[in-house]
Nanobody
Framework: VQLQASGGGLVQAGGSLRLSCAGSGRAFSNYDMGWFRQAPGKEREFVAATSWSGILKYYADSVKGRFTISRDNAKNTVYLQMNSLKPEDTAVYYC????????????????WGQGTQVTVSS
């Protein structure tokens, strides 16, 4: 499956953005999906993940209560609604398919999309 993230941009602290991750291929609905982010000079880190059905959802502590992951398998798309954004949320955001056993480790995800830049100004 090929993935393309979009929806990033520049927003003031406290604002909101919704990221989209569009997948190609018939098997999209079979995949658990995750969102990760990478800030300059830092390692890629887990943000959120959801099961293929959308029933199971996992969040990093740093975004819990502010971000919501969802998916629409009919549209082959996963979303990340980001509210109450903070300057420390600034990063390139990536979506990926879960290929391993962990819900949190980047090494257990694949088919990484291109990424979309999110910049939060203070």
């Amino acid at each position: 499956v090929q993935l393309q993230a979009s929806g990033g941009g520049l927003v003031q602290a406290g604002g909101s953005l919704r990221l989209s991750c569009a997948g190609s291929g018939r098997a999209f609905s079979n995949y658990d999906m995750g969102w990760f982010r990478q800030a300059p000079g830092k390692e890629r880190e887990f943000v959120a993940a959801t099961s293929w059905s959308g029933i199971l959802k996992y969040y990093a502590d740093s975004v819990k209560g502010r971000f919501t992951i969802s998916r629409d398998n009919a549209k082959n798309t996963v979303y990340l609604q980001m509210n109450s954004l903070k300057p420390e949320d600034t990063a390139v955001y990536y979506c990926a398919t879960r290929t391993g056993s962990s819900w949190y480790r980047p090494a257990d995800f694949g088919s990484w999309g291109q990424g979309t830049q999110v910049t939060v100004s203070s």
